[in-house]
């Protein structure tokens, strides 16, 4: 089993910044992808950013790209992601996810475990 604990979100001006911290206790953290997902309500949770274990690569979705970096601090077994030039369409509840794979990142089925979440609200 992994636990999930997402923090740092909260309510921010359009063009502001957030990192949003994931922290991962349980099994072990280095050998599990972690992903990023957002969700507005009424819609299907989207995909984000992810992370590999294996060659550390990483995805994003191209609402995010050069605006967002996804990044992991195994020491602290925790993952990040870095919020930047935030708009009010980024207005949602975020949730990290723990993989064992290293493709197919940007599918949930991909994903054994989940947070909680943590809302994100950008006003403009």
């Known amino acids: 089993q992994v636990q999930l604990v997402e923090s740092g979100g909260g309510l921010v001006q359009a063009g502001g910044s957030l990192r949003l911290s994931c922290v991962a206790s349980g099994r072990t953290f280095s050998t599990y992808s972690m992903g990023w997902f957002r969700q507005v309500p009424g819609k299907e949770r989207e995909f984000v950013a992810a992370?590999?274990?294996?060659?550390?690569?990483?995805f994003y979705a191209d609402s995010v790209k050069s605006r967002f970096t996804i990044s992991r601090d195994g020491a602290k077994n925790t993952v990040y992601l870095q919020m930047n030039s935030l708009k009010p369409e980024d207005t949602a509840v975020y949730y990290c996810a723990a993989s064992q794979y290293v493709n197919g990142l940007g599918l949930l089925g991909r994903y054994d475990y989940w947070g909680q979440g943590t809302p994100v609200t950008v006003s403009s």
């Open positions: 992370k590999t274990w294996t060659s550390g690569s990483t």
